[in-house]
């Protein structure tokens, strides 16, 4: 899901206009007046989307405070210690503190990660560990918060679907209607208007 714990969002998942320009936002806007259809699956989107990460933030906020993590978190970082030979810390880049160790890791299982590449500084950590926290992750209080994160997910999915194939549809649609090819993509350098 790419939540990041220390911000309490979705990092590459957002509301439509969250992550567009000044002027792709008014393009979007003016689309969206002239298609009032669309506006109903938008907002619907953009539902999605917080439900997602309301969903996100309450599974990690569960892992977090479950005892069996915690077990499996303080394990970790007595062992860790005396399979790689150096301070706990270490793994951890720029965080300092135990509960941001902890954080981090609950990310990580909230986002279903598997084996991490070495640039990240906690991969050996996370490569080497990752499968102790089976048991907290089939804990019937964290299995029901994973179960709903991953429903919310095939929702936004579903309702990301339906989004571009309207997109798509009516973009189609006005090409056929004004003779006009549909571009692939259009970008300020490549495109001359004369205005």
């Known amino acids: 899901m790419l939540t990041t714990f220390y911000k309490r969002t979705l990092d590459y998942i957002a509301v439509l206009g969250e992550h567009m320009s000044a002027a792709e936002r008014a393009n979007f806007e003016q689309f969206a007046s002239f298609f009032p259809q669309v506006n109903g699956l938008l907002e619907e989107h953009d539902r999605k989307v917080d439900k997602l990460t309301e969903a996100c933030g309450s599974f990690h906020t569960a892992l977090i405070a479950n005892r069996v993590f915690q077990a499996i978190f303080a394990d970790i970082e007595t062992e860790a210690k005396a399979v790689f030979d150096v301070e706990f810390s270490s793994h951890f880049g720029a965080l300092s503190d135990t509960v941001s160790f902890a954080g981090l890791l609950a990310e990580y299982l909230v986002n279903n990660m598997e084996d991490l590449p070495e640039y990240y500084a906690t991969s050996r950590l996370w490569n080497r560990f990752r499968g102790r926290f089976a048991p907290a992750m089939a804990s019937p209080e964290i299995e029901s918060h994973r179960l709903e994160t991953e429903a919310c997910g095939r929702e ?26 549909v571009a692939e993509t259009v970008n300020a350098t490549s495109w001359r208007g004369d205005f």
């Open 156 to 181: 936004l999915l579903e309702a990301s679907d339906v989004l571009t194939a309207t997109f798509k549809t009516k973009r189609l649609e006005l090409s056929q209607e004004l003779d006009v090819p």
